[in-house]
């Protein structure tokens, strides 16, 4: 997979316009909600040394993108979250969750700063084949969302 | 020049300017203007005594700050011209500061920002690095924590608790950015340590240098976790093993046992034992018996678990797991471990699991997963070579 061009979304594809212009996209790992992988095996039931080489990929992957200027942030987040929301002034707030039947749930993030769209789909997709189980590359689906920019000194 | 020294003199230096006169938040600020001059001047022209250049720096734009100020609000100030030296009661006015940094009515988080810029010396933006937030929201943090501590006058005497617990959380943060906040929490415990005769400080230090010399071992190249039982011990740094000893032994010599030098007493039987082997777990289970009657926390009950595994075995330790609330951090962690060395891999491999999606850290989830993968994959061979 690494290497070959992504294919771009009409609908996304022409998200970027500035020419000189560096964009700022999130990549999100889902643990629920995404499409299943191709090679979908929770990672308890890979060997240790699958273990040790996905892990080594994301690092390489992450210092790589460090290297070429275009890493921002990756975090990853606990499965366990709770909604809350506001119950009025002097009140405090309600909470509700965590729910098991949550359908979509984000298992962590990736901040890039690059060139274009494409680049960003690019690495996206060079993220989704890190290898898992049989030392074969997942091929998990990664949602790549733009980040929408401030607004400009110069106007015109 | 020598910055572990230049920062070293910055209690002193802010202590200083108290007693002349100014308030802590000023002084903080003149003495923080003070080290980037010195930053800028001391290496073609290092002063003499590097310490009251530092103070009659700071002093003068303390004065600068003022006149500004009270030209503006002509407000009424205890300042009268210059300053005349004072006594060098560094030690006893540091702890004051100590106190001052560490004071109850700070959060635990604005305590260790303020006491890592005004006790430590570090800049703002060093310590947003290290704590992964950004400089503007540190220098918020410190800026709330001064007109917090405003009111609060340096020669109260302070609360010692307080202050070791924020130098174990700055010590247990580890190191991201530039700056190594283990290696900055042992140089502030040994600067308290020398200006106090306190058994728990000594405690502290002991314990913080007994983990730190596992440093190197604790980790591998890739950055994952090595469990204790797996550290190459030829790699633990012996000259800060027998340092941590030789302080831990003199304090328990006064026989006034607290939480730090119990966990501390844990960390130098470990550090005693050429291979994990021959650690002396009925010991370790003593201490953590100390552990749990000073303090009663759960947390040295799961500790003390596993030592009971490891001393008369895994039925024993999951007994002691009994009563403990399952919701406590790392308990499926440590009945994983106890299920395994009983012969069960098949829970040990669930509670693995589990584990790793109720860890609070990266390293940790990943340590807890490699385990669960591992008997999973013995339970693959085990089940393929049977059928």
Known sequence: ?156 | MDEALLRALIPTAISALCRRGADFAAAEDAVQEALVEAVRVWPDDPPRDPRAWLVAVAWRRFLDAVRADTSRRHRELRVDGEPVPGPAEDVDDSLQLYFLCAHPSLTPASAVALTLRAVGGLTTRQIARAYLVPEATMAQRISRAKRTVAAVRLDQPGDLGTVLRVLYLVFNEGYSGDVDLAAEAIRLTRQLAAGTDDEEVAGLLALMLLHHARRAARTRPDGSLVTLAEQDRSRWDTRLVAEGVAVLQAALARDRLGEFQAQAAVAALHADARTAAETDWVQVVGWYDELVRLTGSPVARLNRAVAVGEADGPRAGLAALAGLDPALPRYAAVQAYLAERDGDPVTAARRYAEAARAAADVRERDHLTRQAARLNTELRRQAAADG
């Open chain 1, 1 to 156: 997979m690494v290497g070959s061009v992504p294919r771009v979304d009409a609908a996304t594809g022409s998200h970027h316009t500035e020419e000189d212009d560096m964009a700022r996209y999130l990549l999100l790992k889902h643990y629920r909600g995404a499409p299943a992988a191709v090679n979908d095996v929770p990672m308890d039931q890979w060997t240790p040394e699958e273990v040790a080489a996905h892990m080594q990929y994301m690092q390489d992957f992450a210092d790589r993108l460090e290297g070429t200027g275009e890493f921002v942030d990756g975090q990853a987040l606990s499965p366990e979250g709770s909604w809350v929301r506001s119950d009025g002034p002097g009140r405090p707030p309600v909470t509700d969750g965590p729910f098991a039947e949550t359908k979509d749930l984000i298992a962590g993030w990736m901040v890039i700063d690059v060139e274009d769209h494409e680049r960003a789909l690019t690495l996206a997709a060079e993220l989704s084949a890190a290898p898992g189980a049989g030392g074969e590359p997942i091929h998990e689906w990664l949602e790549v969302r733009p980040f929408l920019t401030a607004p400009p000194t110069v106007t015109e």
